[in-house]
């Protein structure tokens, strides 16, 4: 059967199927629209299945991120009913787990430094509070007896991302999205100077609007015009995972200690991230990145010691120049940006899905996205 136009102008094509595809697929789907999803590997295995899948808006707080503070705070408060609906709607899990986060200092200079940020996280209204050596290890007892004292951020979660991602897979599916995987998108098809579809080995896929979700690759999708690549480049970051004992783990929140962070998940493995490297795609484990890391967790955490270790892997973070997302339009009439969530995509997921979908449906952005549009870099770059 031929479609006629306007049928085809009702098209969605989306480039990625990581968590930010996958969310923003699953969501204009719920809402009726046809939906197809592109990637060039199997879905959820780019950035999404390298994370840490830390939601934290709080811990991860740098100073000049005000803006994308409210964005990120946000974000986490759609995360419990998020869980809950996908969870629902999948019939997955998605083990979003709520005992928060500890920042632990070990020496008197780390405690300076953390004390610093604590001020800063206080003058911006977040809920944290200061604990002592004593409160840390009476809240995590597996950490190392000098623990100088440290921060509690109850509001910052963590999910599983893979699981995370599976979930979404499914429910995108069951919502009657099209994933078309282990293809990738080899050119964006342009007719009178604005979107007409995506291309592939298998030729032209005819789209209305297009979402460009391709994480750390965003930049180099074949055929974007040059003055639509979007300023993202992939941030490399080294981790590994030990497994601890399910029934009796080393710790129960997720904890930040100088040059690391672990975060232990229930079955018992324990994330031990992460490097952050400039090194473009190289996908290289290196001495320096594992023993720095286990080092760190070890001064932490002096119990990991004896644990295997289960697995290694690199992941690259879609980072753009100024480390928040790109949002909305840009300068192709239908392409639709939703890429360069760098440190947070995983804590931007449920977000960024409601404000890229209401964006195609209603064809405005909501205010909560407006400063991250596309047009902030041509704009600095006018000036
Ligand atoms: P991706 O998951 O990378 O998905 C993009 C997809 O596009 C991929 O599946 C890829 O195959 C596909 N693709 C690329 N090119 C093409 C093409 N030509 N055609 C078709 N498909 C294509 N965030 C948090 O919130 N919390 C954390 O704790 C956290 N920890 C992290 C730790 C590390 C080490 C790393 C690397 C990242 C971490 N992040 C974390 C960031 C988070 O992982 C990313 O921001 C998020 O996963 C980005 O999702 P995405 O869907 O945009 O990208
Ligand atoms: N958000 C943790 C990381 O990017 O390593």
Redesign the pocket.
Known sequence: MVQDNSARQNEVAIIGAGVIGLSIAWRLAQRGLPVTVFDKGEAGQGASHA??G?L?ACA?IEPSEERLLTLNRASQALWPAFATELEAASGLPVELRTEGTLMVALTADDAAKLRNHAELQGRLGLPVSWLSGRDLRRLEPALAPGVAGGVSSPEDHQVDNRKLAQALRVAALRAGVTLVENTPIEGLALKDGRVAGVTTAAGLREAGRVVLAAGPWSRGIPGLPAEARPAVRP?K?Q?LALAMDPAAPLLRHVVWAPGV?LVPRLDGRLIV??T?EEKGFDTAITAGGLLSLLHSAWRALPGIEELPVLETWVGH?PGSRDDAPIFGAGPVEGLVYATGH???G??LTPITAKLISDFILSGKMDPMGEPFGFGRFMRAAAA
């Open positions: 994370a840490a830390m934290a991860e941030v970051g981790m962070y991230g992460a952050v973070r760098h440190r947070n995983i804590l």
